[in-house]
């Protein structure tokens, strides 16, 4: 009878601990999948472009505007080299715009850049630097953000300037350009000159918009557009 007993308790020591084994099991493969999304999920990476080499992805949108590198007119002492936009036009929106990057929907994201006017020419319209977001087959865009505006008042100085936006829903590519800086389309067919540098700018990811960012209203709403000046 002793020996039959000690039989049955080795049986249910045997299931008890299989059955261990199994939940064990079951708690390594649960942890295992939690994991790997951890470990095989990458941050984001920055787009940049710093203009160190003499190949630029950077277009001009006029046959009258011109982009070099050039390595004497830095913004930084870790820099080697700037863009140079440089000549006038009478059409279009932009100055200059880069190739299109891939870029994650509904994410936040700082736009920043160094910037160098060192004229406009007679129109006095300080351009712009803004993002455009557009969707995977580019036939729709779907907004843009800006930086804080270059201060026209110290012209040919070297300004850092940002701005944070979260990127619009279905959005999948983005390009980067140097804005004419008109508010209306109308003045769009305006002669303007430009003589500028950019350094370093990057599109950077960030977890969430800081005070001054997520208050910015892009675009301004019509009603208030009229206020502007009103006090």
């Given at each position: 009878?002793?020996?039959?007993?000690?039989?049955?308790?080795?049986?249910?020591?045997?299931?008890?601990?299989?059955?261990?084994?199994?939940?064990?099991?079951?708690?390594?493969?649960?942890?295992?999948?939690?994991?790997?999304?951890?470990?095989?999920?990458r941050a984001a990476e920055p787009i940049v472009w710093d203009f160190e080499t003499e190949k630029t992805t950077w277009k001009s949108q006029?046959?009258?505007?011109?982009?070099?590198?050039?390595?004497?007119?830095?913004?930084?002492?870790?820099?080697?080299?700037?863009?140079?936009?440089?000549?006038?036009?009478?059409?279009?929106?932009?100055?200059?715009?880069?190739?299109?990057?891939?870029?994650?929907?509904?994410?936040?994201?700082?736009?920043?850049?160094?910037?160098?006017?060192?004229?406009?020419?007679?129109?006095?319209?300080?351009?712009?630097?803004?993002?455009?977001?557009?969707?995977?087959?580019?036939?729709?865009?779907?907004?843009?953000?800006?930086?804080?505006?270059?201060?026209?008042?110290?012209?040919?100085?070297?300004?850092?300037?940002?701005?944070?936006?979260?990127?619009?829903?279905?959005?999948?590519?983005?390009?980067?350009?140097?804005?004419?800086?008109?508010?209306?389309?109308?003045?769009?067919?305006?002669?303007?000159?430009?003589?500028?540098?950019?350094?370093?700018?990057?599109?950077e990811p960030i977890e969430r918009l800081n005070i001054s960012g997520k208050y910015r209203l892009l675009p301004f709403p019509s009603p208030l557009k009229k206020m502007r000046g009103v006090h």
């Amino acid at each position: 009878m002793m020996n039959t007993a000690m039989k049955e308790d080795e049986k249910d020591m045997v299931k008890f601990l299989k059955s261990r084994f199994v939940v064990m099991t079951g708690y390594v493969f649960v942890l295992i999948l939690c994991i790997i999304p951890i470990c095989t999920t990458r941050a984001a990476e920055p787009i940049v472009w710093d203009f160190e080499t003499e190949k630029t992805t950077w277009k001009s949108q006029s046959k009258t505007i011109t982009l070099s590198n050039v390595e004497d007119v830095t913004a930084t002492v870790g820099s080697s080299a700037s863009l140079r936009i440089n000549g006038f036009t009478e059409s279009g929106t932009n100055y200059a715009v880069t190739n299109h990057q891939r870029i994650a929907a509904r994410q936040y994201y700082r736009l920043s850049a160094w910037v160098r006017i060192e004229r406009t020419g007679p129109s006095m319209v300080i351009p712009i630097l803004k993002c455009e977001f557009f969707a995977d087959d580019l036939k729709h865009k779907l907004g843009q953000a800006t930086t804080e505006s270059y201060d026209g008042y110290r012209t040919g100085t070297w300004q850092r300037l940002s701005g944070e936006f979260r990127v619009p829903e279905g959005t999948g590519l983005v390009s980067v350009a140097l804005d004419r800086g008109f508010k209306a389309p109308s003045d769009q067919k305006a002669h303007t000159e430009i003589d500028a540098y950019i350094d370093d700018v990057t599109i950077e990811p960030i977890e969430r918009l800081n005070i001054s960012g997520k208050y910015r209203l892009l675009p301004f709403p019509s009603p208030l557009k009229k206020m502007r000046g009103v006090h």
